[in-house]
């Protein structure tokens, strides 16, 4: 019987005090064999050390890797230092501020694990509001089981979204990882979409429609300050893959709309529930 593959949660961290501990400890109650959890602070200035350093002595029989960059790397930089650390197969990149439900490891590990073409398996997720209260506004993306990687593209690039999750929704193998190239640190807010869609071409994609975590919208959060930058960066994401997918102007056209339509909208409702 072949030994399970090493599980490596990556939790990139930058003054992430207020909900750095529930992060924690939901990867920490995770029950699969051979897990480590690696957090890589940027010169958090919060406290962040103090409170990763108590869940530690919480949870002394798991494996943990704690780096502190000695200059600030930004997040693209950081979230590439945290997954160059870790030692294990599979990988999940998750934020600071985000929770992991029971279940979750095992469930995306089986399925990746055992699924040669499948590159990114991601699970359905709850929005969640400052306080850690689900806000009802998700809507199901895909039906359980494996799809094609280039439908998702395309369906990325036609309506303008992201067609994965967050990326405490998803998981993947760090050889996969290391042929793209990392995350690209000209990125802020489509660090994600930009990664699941590199790592997706000509691959597989695996859905779980179970929800298996949960995604903090705050006011402090990455998402709300950066959803500003969202449009712009669609657009350099679009020229990036168009090059491979030439489209009609007019479907090029139509997309930028709803990319700007969208980020609107979104930037309206971070507003909104960040502060409940």
């Excluded at 490596?8 to 959890?37: K, M, T």
């Excluded at 870790?86 to 029971?102: C, E, R, T």
């Excluded at 193998?173 to 000209?186: A, N, P, V």
Aim: glycine share 8%; net charge positive; hydrophobic share 40%.
């Amino acid at each position: 019987m072949s030994e399970a593959p090493r599980i490596s949660v990556c939790i990139p961290v930058y003054n992430g005090a207020a909900h750095l501990a529930d992060c924690l400890r939901s990867v920490a109650a995770q029950e699969v064999p051979r897990l480590e959890i690696v957090v890589s602070d940027d010169n958090s200035s919060d406290g962040s050390l103090d409170v990763i350093a108590g869940v530690q002595k919480e949870f002394p029989g798991t494996d943990w890797r704690v780096v502190r960059n000695p200059i600030r790397l930004g997040m693209a930089g950081n979230w590439n230092a945290c997954v160059e650390a870790a030692s294990g197969q599979l990988i999940k990149v998750m934020g600071q501020d985000d929770i992991l439900y029971p279940g979750c490891l095992a469930a995306q590990a089986a399925i990746i694990a055992s699924e040669a073409e499948v590159a990114v398996c991601a699970c359905a997720g709850d929005i969640c509001s400052a306080s850690g209260r689900k806000i009802p506004l998700r809507r199901k993306k895909h039906d359980e089981g494996i799809h094609s990687g280039n439908k998702l593209i395309e369906d990325c690039l036609r309506t303008a979204a992201n067609p994965i999750g967050e990326p405490v929704t998803t998981m993947f193998r760090k050889t996969d990882f290391q042929k793209t190239g990392g995350f690209d640190l000209s990125m802020r807010y489509y660090i994600d979409v930009d990664m699941w869609l590199r790592l997706l071409g000509n691959r597989k994609f695996a859905f779980i429609e179970k929800s298996y975590c949960g995604f903090r919208v705050h006011r402090g959060g990455a998402s709300f300050t950066l959803q500003g930058e969202g449009y712009s960066e669609f657009l350099r994401m679009e020229n990036k893959l168009n090059s491979r997918r030439p489209l009609p102007q007019r479907v090029r056209f139509v997309r930028r709309i709803s990319a700007f339509r969208d980020s609107c909208l979104r930037l309206a409702a971070y507003r909104i529930f960040g502060a409940i």
